[in-house]
């Protein structure tokens, strides 16, 4: 049984149809990737399955329970965390710190402990792990304003890591990033993919084929294509689309 399905979502604004009749399935203990040029409708089946919107049709299901409709606040206390295009970072506090606004512990006491931080050694602790765990050891009192731009991103998966979700999705990591910050966020990725499952929308082929386990092809608001990169990679209709221009 698969962590996490959508079962025929559809989605509209107005009068565009965004998704039609588009299901999808995760594995726990596995990448999973949502391929598809601009405007195919991948960012808007992101933000379904993680309930910023609620679908018109269909159902989103977690570990078998069905979580359509829920706040993003709720799905999160389920054990799924993200990370965004556009990232969402407090630049004037440190990097620890942005961590520790995320943990659980914390977010439970209130955000009025906020001014003492420092003196909490158990949430100052576990960022500490988080921050090396994504690659920032020795970057914990820098604020994320004068982070580069390749650790800004890793700073937000850490802050996404930082609730120990069962399942991670991660928006567009590489947008934004030269081949060197894409080939440093891919030995990310590829070690958090050993202790968590990961759901990626990318619209870099080669990154995604290099670490999916299986992909879902989006084009029109619909699933036009799945399987492993390998099948994807035979696969015809990928091969003469848009999307494959890229690999």
């Not at 992101?46 to 979580?67: C, K, M, Q």
């Not at 994504?134 to 604020?143: F, M």
Request: hydrophobic share 45%; with cysteine.
């Amino acid at each position: 049984m698969a962590l996490f399905e959508a079962r025929h979502i559809a989605k509209r604004f107005g009068d565009r149809i965004v998704l039609q009749d588009v299901s999808l399935a995760f594995d726990a203990g596995r990448l999973s990737g949502i391929i598809g040029p601009n405007g195919a409708g991948k960012t808007t089946c992101f933000n379904v399955l993680t309930g910023r919107y609620a679908p018109d049709r269909g159902s989103v299901v977690f570990d078998g329970e069905d979580i359509t409709g829920s706040t993003p606040a709720a799905i999160a206390r389920k054990g799924l965390s993200r990370s965004f295009q556009s990232m969402n970072l407090f630049d004037d506090y440190s990097a620890a710190d942005n961590v520790m606004m995320a943990l659980p512990e914390l977010r439970s006491r209130g955000f009025d402990v906020l001014h003492d931080l420092a003196r909490d050694s158990a949430c100052a602790d576990r960022a500490e792990q988080v921050l090396a765990q994504v690659g920032l050891a020795g970057k914990e009192r820098v604020s994320a304003r004068r982070l580069s731009y390749g650790e800004r991103r890793a700073l937000e998966i850490g802050v996404a890591l930082a609730a120990r979700p069962r399942l991670l999705f991660l928006d567009e990591p590489t947008a934004g990033l030269g081949a060197d910050g894409t080939a440093r966020l891919a030995d990310l990725v590829l070690e958090l993919k050993r202790q968590v499952t990961i759901v990626v929308i990318e619209h870099d082929m080669r990154f995604l084929f290099a670490l999916a386990d299986r992909i879902f092809v989006i084009q029109w608001g619909q699933v036009i294509a799945e399987g492993t990169p390998a099948a994807l990679a035979e696969n015809r209709w990928v091969q003469r689309s848009a999307i494959g221009a890229v690999t």
